[in-house]
């Protein structure tokens, strides 16, 4: 993030402590919760949301080389990356051409060519069939270049590399990102590197699970005993861009920090976390401990109650081999535990408790205040996505 940007954060977190406020809705939202057990909103959001829109897949830096590659189940697609020699990232579905078994497991290197374990059949990376051992003439008559892997529309923009499954044609990522482009692009996110994931099920809807990263103000009190130790609940500073949004939550020792420095010394990164919302269900956390983290809540194809949480979490930089590198990655290691201790065993397990609680049909809606905008922001875009559907 530009300093320019750390700055005016800054100077707009100062002003609100001093008015002892925090960035605000026009209004509070009363929101019905059915939207977290109706069949019907959950097989409508399934399709609009999540084949008919870009998602992010992975970052820049998950595939630094020619050859690099991620296979990740982007919601209930299989998906394969890869970085051409054309430096270019393609996207396929991750299902080879004869039987439909992954020809890719997690991240790592393909070199020139993927060969699926079932039977061998090797494709490049472009995604055309080379090869298909001990065939003979067991496929006599098929067009070779019809069986390559099936493509899946991508692009790579701002860090970000995004997938559409259920679209055709190119995708135009620079207008879906709209005003946050800019601000994602100068935190150079080609050059994080993948360190660890946990994949999650967890006993809640998708946008219970997503709320989690929405808003700041229960830090103070459900996480009085972890982060709640070092970051304020209030007060905390949000944008939209759009679906997508921004929010900072900073640290308790800032505004002594930056009351002993010149403005031109002010380090926002250092005394905060600052969170991305990528509509519709991406987040990326940015912590002052300088790594990366990537949520993504997926629902269950069938059950609403139900979803999947993939967290897949980023140093800053390679790390190098020898002591130093033994220490970073023992330092990153006990930042993964204690983020993911404190997401599964406390924000997770609460979620859980409230979908319970809708499951009983007597609770009919909450309240979200106005100081829970992005909370806000994100449902509204939900909602008008299924609008203008419906109106079509």
Known sequence: MRHSAQVDLIHRFLKLRADRTTDMAPDTRHHDVGVYVDEGRATAEQALLFRGRPLVAALSGDLPDTGDCVAVDVGDVPTLLVRGEDGQVRAFLNACRHRGSRVAQGHGHAGRVFTCPYHAWTYDLHGDLLGQPLARDGFAGEDREALGLHPIPVAEVAGLVVVAPGTSGPLDVEDWLGGVHDELASWDFDRYRFFDERVVEVDCNWKLAYDTFLEAYHIFSL?????????????????????????????????????????DEWDLLGHSSVVYQLFPNAVINLPSSGHAEVWQAYPHPSDPSRCRVHLRFYTPEGIPEGPEGDRSRAFFQRNLDFTAEVVLTEDFQQQEAIQRNIASGLMHEMVFGRNEPALQNFHASIDAVLAREAAE
Request: proline share 7%.
């Open 223 to 263: 996480h009085s005993r972890t982060v709640g130790k070092g970051l304020l609940s209030t007060p905390a500073v949000g944008d939209t861009f759009g679906p997508h949004g921004r929010g900072v939550v900073f640290g308790k020792q800032l505004a002594r920090t930056v009351a002993e420095l010149p403005e």
